[in-house]
């Protein structure tokens, strides 16, 4: 996730309620701050905002936030019947922007390859999220920092190929997992805080995925991606795939 707070906001229409600082980052790990959009009604009026949240959802509940780092992704699947999603799923989604991201193949033996997963035309991805603010108890209520927001990235099923769709066969090759990707047409349901019926969202969103990840492609890159320290815009950059 390498663009700028500037372009996020022209990019989805989006404001931001507090100012806000964005690094960039070519190797984006569990626990770290990334981007997100989201809606809200303020004042009877929707808004939609743009907000730095870490990354590994933690309930409103939990008792501290380290089990976060466990809840980097939801199945979109079973999202209703998990408390850790469910009520996120109904009143707190949000968009998750992205330039793109990684996944591992192996290969024989211990060998892996990593591979950069990207739309072909340079521009960024849109994930379904969700997004959840916890209340730090041991801090008062005049300190900034009592809350925390967090998010998680819905995953899917891949899509299945559909005719000659050849990237859907590299991706089920890679994979047989995606994070949900998401159109601009769906985007904008998802996002709508008045809509309530998560169940029909997930099915709609769902049900775009294949349409939303048509023209990714993927790279292979090296293997320095592996090391979370490593983080340069070098690590996007093809290289010959041991297989």
């Not at 521009?123 to 997004?131: P, W």
Request: charged residues 25%.
């Amino acid at each position: 996730m390498a663009r700028a707070v500037g372009d996020l906001l022209a990019d989805f229409d989006a404001e931001l309620e507090h100012e806000l600082e964005l690094e960039k980052s070519w190797n984006v790990a569990p626990t770290d701050a990334v981007p997100i959009v989201l809606e809200r009604l303020v004042d009877d009026g929707l808004k939609r905002q743009l907000h730095v949240a870490r990354w590994g959802l933690v309930p409103s509940w939990a008792k501290d936030p380290s089990g976060g780092a466990r809840l980097i992704n939801a199945r979109s699947e079973t999202l209703l019947e998990k408390p850790s999603f469910r009520k996120a799923a109904v009143a707190r989604r949000c968009a998750v922007p992205a330039d793109g991201y990684y996944e591992w193949k192996k290969g024989e033996g211990k060998s892996k390859q990593p591979y950069y997963v990207h739309p072909d035309d340079g521009g960024g991805l849109v994930f379904a999220g969700l997004y959840e603010w916890w209340r730090d108890q041991s801090k008062g209520n005049d300190d900034p920092g009592r809350w925390l927001l967090s998010m998680s990235i819905l995953t899917a099923d891949t899509p299945t190929a559909q005719s000659s769709d050849s990237v859907f066969d590299e991706l089920t090759a890679l994979h047989d997992r995606v994070p949900l990707p998401m159109s601009t047409e769906t985007m904008e349901a998802w996002l709508d805080p008045r809509e309530d019926d998560a169940a029909g969202l997930v099915d709609l969103v769902r049900a775009g995925a294949h349409d939303a990840a048509a023209g990714w492609t993927l790279d292979a890159v090296g293997a320095a991606v592996g090391n979370v320290r490593n983080n340069s815009p070098e690590l996007i950059q093809p290289v010959e795939g041991l297989f």
